[in-house]
């Protein structure tokens, strides 16, 4: 089974939105399948923002594989040139789902990522877009495989819209703040009577 595309163009949709295709359609729904088989699930809401799978915890093998993958594609390159910033390897992996008697929406949040990448599994539902108010933009249009690409903490808050039918599968990946080593020319800052 082929799970990645080769090497494809990345366009900027939105305001630092990069879109590209990444995961073969048989790749995600083998993913859909094994987290379904599994069923890892949190359910735990009240606790948990999402209902989702950690695949570090539960599935260290695909987030060494996805984590290659994306290496060999994004470190280098286009989305490099377009960031002007390093691109950091990641720290969290994991599968979300929305379904009825669960979770069927997400409010407008902000991640603790660098960088996220969003990844549509499926497109077998209605409702449901990852939409960023701000840069009036969803993933409506993607296709299952693409992903989008976005600076997480800071200037692109974003929601999933209430779902309407169906099941819907996504995979969310946040990569690590870059190490910044100032050197000798850390900054000296003078907080006068602030401190």
Known sequence: MDMFYDDL????VAPCIFHTKFL????CKYIIQLCDAHNYWTTDL?????????????FPDLVDSLQRAFVNRFRHGQLQEYLRSEFTDFYTIFAIKY?????TSLALHSDDSYITASIKLNDDYEGGELNFPRQEYTNKDCEVGDVILFPGSLSHPHECLELASGTKYSLTLWTKYPDIDYGDDEPDIDYGDAK
């Open 24 to 27: 073969t359609p048989e790749y």
């Open 9 to 12: 163009p990345i366009t900027e």
């Open 46 to 58: 009240a606790s948990y923002a999402t209902c989702d799978i950690p695949f570090e915890i539960h």
């Open 99 to 103: 379904q009825a008697g669960t979770q």
